[in-house]
């Protein structure tokens, strides 16, 4: 089916995933952009300015474990609408509390931004996977390209915010504002969609049952570490290409946030500009694809004698496992009667990957050096060259 041909009513709620998405990823890069000026503002020590951070972690870790029950007692629109609303609450109060010098306040509002966040990313991927096996078309990459596109919005808004030395109080709640526009926009166009109920089949033989049961988890299983591998290659350039382009390269800051920039810019470029490759050669295959050139990128950056080879290499990082996630939830969701519980559990198996893997490299990096710790996400890559037929289909062989 094509997706022009759905109804407006699809259309409609498809528009208000990518909104949630974006404005999500506009908040987080508000906030990270201005993170020296707060603390400033705070005039927090490197400990105390640990303790604010703490509060979007636990926030994030919270939202994404919990997520899953709350979706099977509300279901997925309540959860994005409060995923939709409280980075908006959280963002407005670090902009408040920071020149005030509350500190508890800032990191309330950090919790408030991570624990919205959390619950939204897996309520959005459940979504647009269900919109996904309405329309027969990619959805979730999509999805994925507008919280890139965020980020990139918001920094790029940061930057120029902090070159003009505009402070805080002024700043965040302008993205306050912009987010709620954009959180206003989804609330007012999220429509619940049809969903199959699950079907049993209590004639069928029992050992009938079982195998087909064990080969569908299994699947799961090596879409959840599909999934896993390439939230945690994004996770460690996110994390460390900055650090590792100043401590291994002696380059300057700028340049290596430049290099994260470009990171960014190439994800964008991926998700947006490859979402038609899945529909010609169909989503195992580019699955495979991504996963190859990822490792290629990242074993360049390890063996990089320059920084500029290192440079362009997290371009080609950021190209090779741009789609590999968003796939990875579409497989997951192509069930006609357990998508979603199956997108729930993938995309909590990612988004833990992204927050607690980076940091686990920080202490293999201590000791051996951070060009030998990105090895763990070159081999996470080059396992998922091998089972990425698990994330098969969608539109190649259907045709």
Known sequence: MDTTAAPPSTRRHRLALFATSTMTGFGI?????RTPAVREDLGASIEAMGFVLFGLSIGSMLGILSAGALIRRLGTRPLVLVGAALPVVGILLVGLSAPAQVTVGVWAGLFLVGFGAGVAEIGLNVEAAAVERLTDRPVVPVLHACFSLGTVAGGIVGIAMTAAHVPVIVHLPIAALVMAGLAAFAATNLRPLPRAEPAVDVDAPRSTT???RS?????????AVITLAMAFAEG????WLPL???SDHDAPEVLGSLVFTG???AMLIGRSAGTPLVTR?????????CAVVGVVGVLVVVVSPS????AGAAVVWGLGIALGFPLAVSAAGDHPTDGDRRVSVVATAGYIAFLVGPPALGFLGEHLGLRVAMLVPAALLAITIVIASAAGRQRADAQ
Do not use: K, N
């Open 307 to 310: 920084p500029f080879v290192t």
């Open 263 to 265: 990171f960014a810019l």
């Open 210 to 212: 079982t195998i087909r």
């Open 215 to 223: 080969v569908v988890t299994m699947q799961l299983v090596f879409i």
């Open 244 to 246: 590792l382009m100043t």
């Open 281 to 289: 050669f169909g989503r195992g295959a580019v699955v495979r694809a």
């Open 29 to 33: 890069a508000s906030w990270v952009t």
């Open 236 to 239: 460690a350039a996110s994390d």
